[in-house]
C-alpha cells in the first residue's frame, strides 16, 4: 500500500532520486579525498607526485590490499611503474621497487628516510625495540644485540638447535597422516626463539599455547589502528598482554636463578651487555625485548623454512646435489638414536651434534639453495619508512612526512642482473659469477634489507635454514599429500593457503653410507 496520493511511479523516482544523489555525494567525496592529496604535495618541488590512486575516503585502498593479496601491488607497479602512490592502513603510502629506488631509500636512513612502522605495529610490539627506535637509541639497541648474534654467540647456540631440529623431524616422521609444515614450522621456530634464544623453562603445553597466543599477535600486527571491541587492533593488544605476562612471570625466575656473568642465550646476552654499558632494563624492557627476538625468529624463519621444503619438493635434483655436497664433505652421518625402534616412540637422543659453523659454510651449493629460496620467497614483502624531508625518486616528489615502503619481492623479481628467468627457481644463479654482478649492484638481492637497518639477526636465520636442510635430506624423505601445489599467500608473510601437507619417512640408517658413493 503506497501513502494517500502516491503512485508507484512516483516511488520510482523517489527512489532513483535517491540513489543519484548517493551516488553524486560519493563521488564528490572520492573528488575531494584525492584533491586532498594532490594539495599535500611540496608546492617547493617542482617534480610531480608519483602515479597512483587513494581509493576510497579514509579506508583508501586497504580493503583491495587485502583481498587482492601480492596481486595488488603487481597490479599497479604493471599500471603505475616502480614508484606509485597508494593510501594503507589509515596513510597515504609510496611504494618503491627497484634497486636503485630502493638503494636511495635504505642508504638515505636518518637523513632522507626514518624508519617507520604501522601505528598498529608500533602499538603491539612497544616502544622499546630495536624496530622502533631511531638515531641514538637505535645505535645502542644495535650495539646491544650485536653480541647475541655474534659468532661466537651463534656457535654457542648451534649444537642445541641442531638438536632441536632432528627431534622435530623425527617427531614428523611419527604422524599418522599428513604434517601441515607451516604450522609444524611455527611451532618448531617458537620452541627454538623462546627456549634457546630466551632460555625459557616451558612445558611442552605452555609452549604450544604461547605460540598461539603468539601467532595471534603477529595476524593483527598490521591491522587498522582502531581499538574498539571485536577489531584486529584489540585482538593483538589481548594476545600481547597475554604474552607479557607469562614472559614476565618466566624472566623473573630466570634472573633468579642467572649466574652472575652467565651467557647461555640471547636474552642473557642482552641484559649482560647493556648491563656492561651501564644500562639497566627494566621489566617492560625485558619484555619487549623477548618478544622482539620471537618476532625476529619466529614467523620469518617458519615462513623460508617451509618454502625451503616446499621448493626441493617441487626440484627435487636440488636434493641430490645437496647430498653430493655433503659426501664430498663427509657430512651425511646420521645419529647412531636413528631409527627409532617403532614408529612415534622417538629416544631421548644425546648424540653430540656435528656441524659447526664453519662446517656449513663449505657447503657452497647448498648456500646457494638457500639464497635463492628467499630470492624467490622472501618472507617479509618489504620496509616501511617516514620521508623526513622532500627528495626526489625516480623523477617523482616524495613528500616531507609521507610514509613510504620498498618492496623486496618486487625489487626481487624485476632485477635484470640475473642471467635466468627471475620466475624460475635456479640455485646456480648464485654461483661463482655471482659475486660479480653482486658488486654492480648490491640491492638487487636485499632479502634481509640493507642499510643500517638490515637485519641484525641473518647470520642465525641463514644458519637456521643450513641445519634443517642439512637434517632434512640426509634424515627423511617427503612425499606431498596433495594433488597439486597450493597457492602461496604473500600477506602478512609468505606461506601457503594450505599449510602444505605433507608426508614424512624415516630414511633407512644406510642411505648415509650409500651417499658416499656420489
Same mark, same amino acid.
Given at each position: 500500500?503506497?501513502?494517500l496520493?502516491?503512485?508507484?511511479?512516483?516511488?520510482?523516482?523517489?527512489?532513483?532520486?535517491?540513489?543519484?544523489?548517493?551516488g553524486?555525494?560519493?563521488?564528490?567525496?572520492?573528488?575531494?579525498?584525492t584533491?586532498?592529496?594532490?594539495?599535500?604535495?611540496?608546492?617547493?618541488?617542482?617534480?610531480?607526485?608519483?602515479?597512483?590512486?587513494?581509493g576510497?575516503?579514509?579506508?583508501g585502498?586497504?580493503?583491495?590490499?587485502?583481498?587482492?593479496?601480492?596481486?595488488?601491488?603487481?597490479?599497479?607497479?604493471e599500471?603505475?611503474?616502480?614508484?606509485f602512490?597508494?593510501?594503507?592502513?589509515g596513510?597515504?603510502?609510496i611504494?618503491?621497487?627497484?634497486?636503485?629506488?630502493?638503494?636511495?631509500?635504505?642508504?638515505?636512513?636518518?637523513r632522507?628516510?626514518?624508519?617507520?612502522w604501522?601505528?598498529?605495529?608500533?602499538?603491539?610490539?612497544?616502544?622499546h625495540?630495536?624496530?622502533?627506535?631511531?638515531?641514538?637509541?637505535?645505535?645502542?639497541?644495535?650495539?646491544?644485540?650485536?653480541?647475541?648474534?655474534?659468532?661466537?654467540?651463534?656457535?654457542?647456540?648451534?649444537?642445541?638447535?641442531?638438536?632441536?631440529?632432528?627431534r622435530?623431524?623425527?617427531?614428523?616422521?611419527?604422524?599418522?597422516?599428513?604434517?601441515?609444515?607451516?604450522?609444524?614450522?611455527?611451532?618448531?621456530?617458537?620452541?627454538?626463539?623462546?627456549?634457546?634464544?630466551?632460555?625459557?623453562?616451558?612445558?611442552?603445553?605452555?609452549?604450544?599455547?604461547?605460540?598461539?597466543?603468539?601467532?595471534?599477535?603477529?595476524?593483527?600486527?598490521?591491522?587498522?589502528?582502531?581499538d574498539?571491541?571485536?577489531?584486529?587492533?584489540?585482538?593483538g593488544?589481548?594476545?600481547?598482554?597475554?604474552?607479557h605476562?607469562h614472559?614476565?612471570?618466566?624472566?623473573?625466575?630466570?634472573?633468579?636463578?642467572?649466574?652472575?656473568?652467565?651467557?647461555?642465550?640471547?636474552?642473557d646476552?642482552?641484559?649482560?651487555?647493556?648491563?656492561?654499558?651501564?644500562? /639497566?632494563?627494566?621489566?617492560? %624492557?625485558?619484555?619487549? +625485548? $623477548?618478544? *622482539?627476538?620471537?618476532? #625476529? !625468529?619466529?614467523?620469518?624463519?617458519?615462513?623460508?623454512?617451509?618454502?625451503?621444503?616446499?621448493?626441493?619438493?617441487k626440484?627435487?635434483?636440488?636434493?641430490?646435489?645437496?647430498?653430493?655436497?655433503?659426501?664430498?664433505?663427509?657430512?651425511?652421518?646420521?645419529?647412531?638414536?636413528?631409527?627409532?625402534?617403532?614408529?612415534?616412540?622417538?629416544?631421548?637422543?644425546?648424540?653430540?651434534?656435528?656441524?659447526?659453523?664453519?662446517?656449513?659454510?663449505?657447503?657452497?651449493?647448498?648456500?646457494?639453495?638457500?639464497?635463492?629460496?628467499?630470492?624467490?620467497?622472501?618472507?617479509?614483502?618489504?620496509?616501511y619508512?617516514?620521508?623526513?624531508?622532500?627528495?626526489?625518486?625516480?623523477?617523482?616528489?616524495?613528500?616531507?612526512?609521507?610514509?613510504?615502503?620498498?618492496?623486496?619481492?618486487?625489487?626481487h623479481?624485476?632485477?635484470?642482473?640475473?642471467?635466468?628467468?627471475? /620466475?624460475?627457481f635456479d640455485? %646456480?644463479?648464485?654461483? +661463482? $659469477?655471482? *659475486?660479480?654482478?653482486? #658488486? !654492480?649492484?648490491?640491492?638487487?638481492?636485499?632479502?634481509?634489507?640493507?642499510?643500517?637497518?638490515?637485519?641484525i639477526?641473518?647470520e642465525?636465520?641463514?644458519?637456521?635454514?643450513?641445519?634443517?636442510?642439512?637434517?632434512?635430506?640426509?634424515?627423511?624423505?617427503?612425499?606431498?599429500?596433495?594433488?597439486?601445489?597450493?597457492?602461496?599467500?604473500?600477506?602478512?608473510?609468505?606461506?601457503?593457503?594450505?599449510?602444505?601437507?605433507?608426508?614424512?619417512?624415516?630414511l633407512?640408517?644406510?642411505?648415509?653410507?650409500?651417499?658416499?658413493?656420489?
Amino acid at each position: 500500500m503506497f501513502p494517500l496520493g502516491m503512485s508507484s511511479l512516483s516511488v520510482a523516482e523517489a527512489a532513483l532520486t535517491i540513489l543519484l544523489s548517493l551516488g553524486l555525494l560519493l563521488s564528490v567525496a572520492q573528488h575531494l579525498w584525492t584533491l586532498r592529496w594532490t594539495l599535500s604535495r611540496d608546492r617547493a618541488c617542482a617534480l610531480p607526485l608519483p602515479k597512483g590512486s587513494m581509493g576510497w575516503p579514509f579506508f583508501g585502498e586497504t580493503l583491495h590490499w587485502l583481498v587482492q593479496g601480492s596481486r595488488f601491488h603487481s597490479s599497479r607497479r604493471e599500471r603505475y611503474g616502480t614508484v606509485f602512490k597508494t593510501h594503507l592502513l589509515g596513510k597515504p603510502l609510496i611504494r618503491v621497487s627497484g634497486a636503485q629506488n630502493v638503494r636511495t631509500l635504505l642508504l638515505g636512513e636518518h637523513r632522507l628516510v626514518s624508519s617507520q612502522w604501522p601505528q598498529s605495529a608500533r602499538i603491539l610490539l612497544g616502544s622499546h625495540t630495536l624496530l622502533g627506535a631511531v638515531g641514538e637509541p637505535h645505535r645502542q639497541r644495535r650495539k646491544i644485540l650485536a653480541r647475541v648474534f655474534s659468532h661466537a654467540a651463534l656457535e654457542s647456540y648451534m649444537p642445541r638447535i641442531q638438536a632441536t631440529l632432528r627431534r622435530e623431524l623425527w617427531t614428523w616422521c611419527g604422524v599418522p597422516g599428513p604434517v601441515s609444515v607451516y604450522s609444524a614450522t611455527k611451532a618448531l621456530t617458537f620452541r627454538i626463539a623462546a627456549r634457546i634464544l630466551l632460555g625459557l623453562r616451558l612445558e611442552e603445553s605452555e609452549c604450544n599455547e604461547l605460540a598461539k597466543t603468539f601467532e595471534q599477535l603477529m595476524e593483527n600486527l598490521f591491522s587498522l589502528p582502531l581499538d574498539v571491541p571485536f577489531s584486529g587492533l584489540r585482538k593483538g593488544i589481548r594476545a600481547r598482554d597475554l604474552l607479557h605476562e607469562h614472559m614476565e612471570k618466566a624472566i623473573r625466575e630466570k634472573l633468579q636463578r642467572s649466574e652472575p656473568g652467565g651467557q647461555k642465550d640471547a636474552l642473557d646476552f642482552i641484559i649482560n651487555s647493556a648491563k656492561e654499558q651501564g644500562w /639497566e632494563l627494566t621489566m617492560q %624492557e625485558l619484555k619487549e +625485548s $623477548a618478544i *622482539e627476538l620471537i618476532f #625476529a !625468529a619466529f614467523f620469518t624463519t617458519a615462513s623460508a623454512t617451509t618454502s625451503l621444503l616446499l621448493l626441493l619438493l617441487k626440484y627435487p635434483s636440488s636434493i641430490e646435489k645437496i647430498r653430493q655436497e655433503l659426501a664430498s664433505h663427509e657430512l651425511t652421518r646420521q645419529c647412531s638414536c636413528w631409527p627409532p625402534l617403532a614408529a612415534g616412540s622417538w629416544p631421548e637422543c644425546e648424540c653430540d651434534p656435528d656441524l659447526t659453523l664453519e662446517k656449513l659454510s663449505r657447503l657452497h651449493y647448498l648456500d646457494c639453495v638457500i639464497k635463492e629460496v628467499l630470492r624467490l620467497l622472501p618472507p617479509v614483502s618489504g620496509g616501511y619508512r617516514t620521508a623526513l624531508q622532500t627528495f626526489e625518486l625516480d623523477g617523482y616528489q616524495i613528500p616531507k612526512g609521507w610514509s613510504v615502503m620498498y618492496s623486496i619481492r618486487d625489487t626481487h623479481e624485476t632485477a635484470a642482473i640475473y642471467r635466468s628467468p627471475p /620466475e624460475g627457481f635456479d640455485p %646456480e644463479r648464485f654461483g +661463482s $659469477a655471482w *659475486e660479480e654482478h653482486r #658488486a !654492480a649492484g648490491r640491492f638487487h638481492y636485499i632479502p634481509f634489507g640493507g642499510g643500517v637497518r638490515s637485519c641484525i639477526g641473518k647470520e642465525l636465520a641463514q644458519a637456521i635454514l643450513k641445519l634443517f636442510a642439512v637434517e632434512l635430506v640426509r634424515t627423511v624423505r617427503w612425499e606431498l599429500a596433495t594433488a597439486s601445489f597450493p597457492d602461496m599467500q604473500t600477506v602478512p608473510i609468505v606461506h601457503p593457503v594450505d599449510g602444505l601437507q605433507v608426508f614424512f619417512y624415516p630414511l633407512p640408517p644406510s642411505c648415509g653410507q650409500e651417499l658416499v658413493s656420489f
